[in-house]
């Protein structure tokens, strides 16, 4: 009799155990042994493949079954290439994962849809290792050094493609406010574009992430060969106490919001998303395996060592502020979308 009470209760414990313990094997099983991709949209070198290849050094051991990651670089039409891979080629099982242009998840609200595949409310948001300051910065032998040269000299910036920061931030300030700005496009990155401003091919950059800024090219910035004259957005950063920000630089309320709208994006500075329709088990491996990087002391480390700011965004919070934008009033859209337009 006590024998036969010991074998039911094992009999009635075994398959509780076996429930408990079978979702962390199958999320095991699934990456052991695999090996992810991270998508970059941008060619070597600049700032978006600097965060992803920092990423991609310790996301690894923060996923079941610690699978290698490997990045390969997709430029093209200011990302926009790796963004429709994201979205429409990538597998839908979450060994696949990228980054591109912080701007894209708006291009459909301000009525860009040319060559774009995707709808941005429908990506899989993994996370945001930061939110970062836009400059517009400028070689000392252009002569641009303030807003006021800005507003009165005739000068020449690089950009990427229609849909990049480094193109579009030009073309606003060109629409709202009438410089005399000339952009050269078809730049396949930002190492491209400095080596152009070193030679003397282009004044500067507008849409230059304050962290890139900082980190792969601060020789240039502390020698003075690299001069930035203003902060894009309407908040400023506490890291450029005496630069001015664009947003004080008109006090018509709509054009304040208009701009509030286009430089929403410097929030998701950079993104890293997977394509739709994952399992919700997936989803969760990945922004928990993301969010356990941001905090993992290896990863920040080398993240203070390469001078890049960590201020994640969530994967969940991403996707709500994605989704937000597109609630946006119907008029400040259309102002946004008319200064942003070539």
Same mark, same amino acid.
């Given at each position: 009799?006590?024998?036969?009470?010991?074998?039911?209760?094992?009999?009635?414990?075994?398959?509780?155990?076996v429930v408990a313990v079978s979702?962390?094997?199958?999320?095991?099983?699934?990456?052991?042994?695999?090996?992810?991709?991270?998508?970059?949209? /941008? =060619?070597? $070198? *600049?700032?978006?493949?600097?965060?992803?290849?920092?990423?991609?050094?310790?996301?690894? !051991?923060? &996923?079941?079954?610690?699978?290698?990651?490997?990045?390969?670089?997709?430029?093209?039409?200011?990302?926009?290439?790796?963004?429709?891979?994201?979205?429409?080629?990538?597998?839908?099982?979450?060994?696949?994962f990228g980054t591109f242009d912080?701007?894209?998840?708006?291009?459909?609200?301000?009525?860009?849809?040319?060559?774009?595949?995707?709808?941005?409310?429908?990506?899989?948001?993994?996370?945001?290792?930061?939110?970062?300051?836009?400059?517009?910065?400028?070689?000392?032998?252009?002569?641009?050094?303030?807003?006021?040269?800005?507003?009165?000299?005739? /000068? =020449?910036? $690089? *950009?990427?493609?229609?849909?990049?920061?480094?193109?579009?931030?030009?073309?606003?300030? !060109?629409? &709202?406010?009438?410089?005399?700005?000339?952009?050269?496009?078809?730049?396949?990155?930002?190492?491209?574009?400095?080596?152009?401003?070193?030679?003397?091919?282009?004044?500067?950059?507008?849409?230059?992430?304050?962290?890139?800024?900082?980190?792969?090219?601060?020789?240039?910035?502390?020698?003075?060969?690299?001069?930035?004259?203003?902060?894009?957005?309407?908040?400023?950063?506490?890291?450029?106490?005496?630069?001015?920000?664009?947003?004080?630089?008109?006090?018509?309320?709509?054009?304040?919001?208009?701009?509030?709208?286009?430089?929403?994006?410097?929030?998701?500075?950079?993104?890293?998303?997977?394509?739709?329709?994952?399992?919700?088990?997936?989803?969760?491996?990945?922004?928990?395996?993301?969010?356990?990087?941001?905090?993992?002391?290896?990863?920040?480390?080398?993240?203070?060592?390469?001078?890049?700011?960590?201020?994640?965004?969530?994967?969940?919070?991403?996707?709500?502020?994605?989704?937000?934008?597109?609630?946006?009033?119907?008029?400040?859209?259309?102002?946004?979308?008319?200064?942003?337009?070539?």
């Open positions: 009799m006590r024998w036969s009470r010991a074998r039911t209760v094992s009999l009635l414990i075994a398959p509780v155990l979702p962390a094997h199958a999320a095991d099983d699934f990456y052991r042994g695999k090996t992810v991709q991270v998508i970059v949209g /941008f =060619s070597p $070198g *600049g700032g978006y493949d600097l965060y992803a290849r920092a990423l991609a050094r310790h996301i690894g !051991k923060h &996923l079941p079954g610690n699978p290698s990651v490997n990045v390969q670089n997709m430029p093209g039409a200011g990302s926009l290439k790796a963004a429709n891979y994201l979205y429409n080629v990538a597998p839908k099982d979450g060994t696949v912080r701007g894209l998840p708006m291009e459909r609200l301000l009525g860009r849809v040319e060559g774009e595949n995707f709808d941005a409310t429908r990506f899989t948001w993994i996370g945001s290792v930061t939110d970062e300051p836009s400059v517009c910065g400028f070689s000392s032998r252009s002569g641009i050094r303030s807003w006021q040269d800005m507003k009165s000299r005739p /000068f =020449s910036v $690089g *950009g990427a493609g229609a849909t990049a920061d480094d193109q579009i931030y030009p073309t606003v300030l !060109k629409n &709202l406010f009438h410089l005399p700005v000339r952009i050269v496009t078809g730049f396949p990155g930002r190492a491209e574009m400095v080596l152009s401003i070193e030679r003397g091919e282009i004044d500067g950059l507008c849409g230059w992430s304050w962290s890139s800024l900082e980190s792969r090219d601060r020789a240039l910035y502390d020698s003075g060969k690299i001069i930035v004259t203003l902060q894009l957005g309407v908040e400023k950063s506490p890291g450029l106490p005496n630069v001015p920000v664009l947003g004080n630089m008109t006090s018509d309320p709509k054009q304040k919001a208009a701009l509030k709208l286009i430089f929403s994006r410097l929030i998701l500075a950079r993104p890293f998303a997977a394509p739709p329709g994952l399992s919700p088990e997936r989803v969760r491996a990945l922004r928990d395996a993301f969010d356990a990087t941001m905090r993992d002391p290896e990863f920040l480390a080398e993240m203070k060592r390469l001078s890049l700011e960590v201020r994640p965004q969530a994967g969940a919070k991403v996707e709500q502020m994605v989704k937000e934008l597109f609630a946006y009033p119907r008029d400040v859209a259309e102002l946004a979308a008319a200064a942003i337009k070539p």
